[in-house]
């Protein structure tokens, strides 16, 4: 029950109406309130994915950050890991990091990004304690009640800035652009359905 209170208290509580006696597996959500929520993302991300964003450039590790390529970063040009990558024997990737936690929708071939976040060392980050690990399992509990297939996956840009500042400016530049439902400064927008008890 700890870990759930710790992935939890990212959530207001009054949205879920939850309550102590009510074990999560007991929490239902219905695969077309999913379905939505999934589509709502998917029709703002899926113009950047087919168009870019001017606004997000790719930095060079030889140039300050004022001093972009005119290039946008795209996700889906990244190389896609299963999340069980940090278990590997050798790392895949290693020192500074942007990262994109994906779903490949199955049925309709979409791509949605569910969190952005930023890493010193890739091939430590996810390793440890990680609130989107959390959401993740949580997230996947609930597809797999609702028989929703789902592919999650991870990219990591490694053409970020190295000071630490830098990346985390470009971060949050990332998550304003993509809206990912679950980094902390975008969750409220998306009204996500993990959070709301549905009769």
Not at 139 to 155: E, M
Not at 160 to 177: D, N
Request: aromatic share 12%; proline share 6%; glycine share 2%.
């Amino acid at each position: 029950m700890i870990k759930f209170e710790r992935q939890h208290n990212l959530f207001k509580k009054s949205d879920l109406n939850f309550s102590e006696n009510i074990p999560l597996q007991d929490i239902f959500i219905n695969q077309k309130i999913i379905k939505e929520w999934q589509e709502k993302i998917i029709s703002h991300q899926s113009i950047i994915f087919k168009y870019g964003n001017k606004n997000i450039n790719q930095y060079s590790l030889f140039e300050s950050i004022s001093e972009q390529l005119n290039e946008p970063i795209n996700p889906l040009e990244l190389t896609p890991l299963p999340l069980s990558f940090w278990r590997w024997p050798k790392a895949m990737h290693e020192g500074p990091a942007v990262y994109f936690v994906m779903d490949k929708i199955i049925d309709s071939d979409e791509n949605l990004i569910l969190y952005i976040g930023e890493t010193i060392s890739a091939e430590k980050r996810w390793k440890g304690e990680h609130d989107c690990k959390n959401y993740l399992s949580s997230y996947s509990d609930y597809l797999q009640k609702a028989n929703i297939s789902t592919n999650l996956n991870i990219r990591f840009w490694l053409d970020v800035p190295i000071k630490t500042k830098e990346r985390r400016k470009l971060e949050q530049q990332l998550i304003q652009t993509w809206l990912p439902p679950f980094n902390k400064e975008t969750r409220e927008i998306w009204s996500t359905p993990f959070t709301s008890q549905i009769s």
